[in-house]
């Protein structure tokens, strides 16, 4: 299984919406992960961080959520 990255199928202007609904106004801390199933069955993943800092807090939060799910199967 392999993931791609491609926000290619999802429309900006949705995109744009989620992103416009993170953080706070003059934080800095906007942005967010999606993964999803893409329409050919795909695990495909879209994110748009203002900043690598974010970028990077949002990774690590997936990467503890993972961790997590595994753990309690």
Aim: net charge negative; charged share 25%.
């Amino acid at each position: 299984m392999s993931l791609k990255d491609d926000e290619h199928n999802l429309p900006q202007s949705l995109l744009q919406k989620i992103y416009d609904a993170t953080g706070t106004v003059s934080g800095g801390n906007k942005g967010f992960l999606l993964v999803y199933v893409n329409s050919e069955g795909s695990p495909s993943v879209s994110s748009k961080t203002e900043n690598t800092c974010v970028e990077m807090a949002l990774g690590k939060v997936m990467e503890i959520f993972v961790r997590k799910e595994r753990a309690s199967e």
